[in-house]
């Protein structure tokens, strides 16, 4: 069993940053890829980013290729999301996901957090 936490979420301007933070509860974290999603009103939850156990291997959604920032510290049991230059279409609910294989396919995913808002104003 993992349980995410994830923070950071909020009101940013067109062009700024943000830094979404996923805890996780337990032992294995270490184990586990990681995953970012996210959903806004109306739509379907689409894939964001994932990272491998190690950090090693990287994926991106090509919205957010060059934009968004992967990275984990396993010591700390947690995994970020480093997001520059926003967009107002980034506007979402964002939420991470826990799976021992990495992927993009948010029902493969196995454990998710309760999700953060994020808010980009034009």
């Known amino acids: 069993q993992v349980q995410l936490v994830e923070s950071g979420g909020g009101l940013v301007q067109a062009g700024g940053s943000l830094r979404l933070s996923c805890a996780a509860s337990g032992r294995t974290f270490s184990s586990y890829a990681m995953g970012w999603f996210r959903q806004a009103p109306g739509k379907e939850r689409e894939f964001v980013a994932a990272?491998?156990?190690?950090?090693?291997?990287?994926y991106y959604a090509d919205s957010v290729k060059g934009r968004f920032t992967i990275s984990r510290d396993n010591a700390k049991n947690t995994v970020y999301l480093q997001m520059n230059s926003l967009k107002p279409w980034d506007t979402a609910v964002y939420y991470c996901?826990?799976?021992?294989?990495?992927?993009?396919?948010?029902?493969?995913?196995?454990?998710w957090g309760q999700g953060t808002q994020v808010t980009v104003s034009s």
């Open positions: 990272v491998s156990w190690s950090g090693g291997s990287t």
């Open positions: 996901a826990a799976d021992h294989y990495i992927g993009v396919i948010a029902a493969e995913y196995d454990y």
